[in-house]
């Protein structure tokens, strides 16, 4: 049985592991970014993450391996291309991202479903934040 805190790590994860055209129809009629969320879902999952590690939860290569995707994310300018819908759909830095996930979701021993987006469009499902 695992915390809630993994099972939001997990969903967050899948979510990324998404195609592109999950990720955008998840914000679709709202004003939200879905670049921008998608990284921040990310971030926010990485932080808990980290206490998953410390927790022995999940191993230290999966904290690893999501380091680095929050590194890369980290890393783009805000006013990056990569922060519009025609990237997430269509830039092969995006396409990394999903891959990524899906390699993370492979050493967790977890398989990619599609996550809820029903749930998710509803907001019955978000990340905690963690400062």
């Known amino acids: 049985m695992h915390t809630p805190q993994y099972t939001m790590v997990l969903t967050d994860i899948r979510w ?3 195609p592109a055209a999950l990720q955008l ?9 879905p670049a921008d969320e998608l990284a921040l879902d990310w971030n926010n ?3 808990l ?9 999940i191993t230290a290569p999966v904290y690893a391996a999501m380091t680095g995707v929050n590194d890369a994310l ?20 995006w396409e990394r991202f999903r891959v990524a996930a899906r390699a993370i979701l492979v050493l967790l021993g977890e398989p990619y479903q599609d996550p809820n987006i029903d749930e ?12």
């Open 16 to 18: 990324m592991a998404s």
């Open 74 to 93: 980290g890393s783009i300018p805000p006013t990056s291309t990569l922060w519009s819908d025609e990237a997430v759909a269509h830039d092969p830095r």
């Open 49 to 57: 993450a980290e206490g998953l590690c410390e927790q022995q939860e």
């Open 25 to 33: 129809a998840r914000f679709a009629g709202t004003p939200a970014l």
């Open 45 to 47: 999952a990485w932080r």
């Open 120 to 131: 998710a469009q509803e907001g019955g499902f978000h990340s905690a934040v963690v400062f």
